[in-house]
């Protein structure tokens, strides 16, 4: 079956710019998506189609993808940005999300 | 505004079965894929099925197969999920989430979700 990898965690200090990898065989020809769980909430997707922010959501976010990995950037990372990280994508059959990065920024 | 409201979760025995229910509003539910998520406690999400706008699709995740059954009903604006044969990790919180359409088509990948609805599988 279809596998999506992240780091378990990344921190970095308020201000400064932290990122987050999915890496996935199937991503040079499918979409990478993120959402954004905070402690006891629903996800909420910040990311659609690799790079394209929904309206609402801050342009501190931003993604790319390249060859088998996707990336998520937020610039200036808050202390209101941490919560844990979910990349989503497909291959030919599997619909899968990534095992989550919990993003601390202190 | 988009709105999703879970419900039907509950206590059930191993070898249960429960029916989860999904309210939609705010949006034209019958031209949307619908899918349910799952997130056992403390874990990451977990896909679990989709069904397309107008139900001749459907996916599941292997762990579920012959066990669950998605479905909706677009004049009631609702998904289901009826389960059968419940398993301890089965236990978990199950998302509704709808897909998006853009000028050109439409996408089975989650826009906006609900609250969620909890479900534990336990004696």
């Known amino acids: 079956s279809y596998e999506l990898a992240q780091p378990p965690s990344v921190s970095v200090s308020p201000g400064q710019t932290a990122r987050i990898t999915c890496s996935g065989d199937?991503?040079?020809?499918?979409?990478a998506y993120w959402y954004q769980q905070k402690s006891g909430q629903a996800p909420v997707l910040v990311i659609y189609e690799d790079s394209k922010r929904p309206s609402g959501i801050t342009e501190r976010f931003s993604g790319s993808s390249s060859g088998t990995t996707a990336t998520l950037t937020i610039t200036g990372a808050q202390v209101q940005d941490e919560a844990d990280y979910y990349c989503?994508?497909?291959?030919?059959?599997?619909?899968?999300f990534g095992g989550g990065t919990k993003l601390t920024v202190l | 505004e988009v709105q999703l409201v879970e419900s039907g979760g509950n206590l059930v025995q191993p070898g249960g079965s429960l029916r989860l229910s999904c309210v939609a509003s705010?949006?034209?539910?019958?031209?949307?894929?619908m899918t349910w998520v799952r997130q056992a406690p403390g874990k990451g999400l977990e896909w679990v099925a989709n069904i397309k706008e107008d139900g001749t699709e459907k996916h599941y995740v292997d762990s579920v197969k012959g066990r669950f059954t998605i479905s909706r009903d677009n004049a009631e604006k609702s998904l289901y999920l009826h389960m059968n044969s419940l398993r301890a990790d089965d236990t978990a919180l199950y998302y509704c989430?709808?897909?998006?359409?853009?000028?050109?088509?439409?996408?089975?990948?989650?826009?906006?979700w609900g609250q969620g609805t909890l479900v534990t599988v336990s004696s």
């Open positions: 705010g949006f034209n539910f019958s031209t949307y894929w």
């Open positions: 989503y994508s497909t291959d030919s059959s599997d619909r899968v």
């Open positions: 199937a991503l040079p020809t499918k979409y």
């Open positions: 989430a709808s897909g998006y359409c853009t000028n050109v088509r439409c996408y089975s990948s989650p826009e906006n």
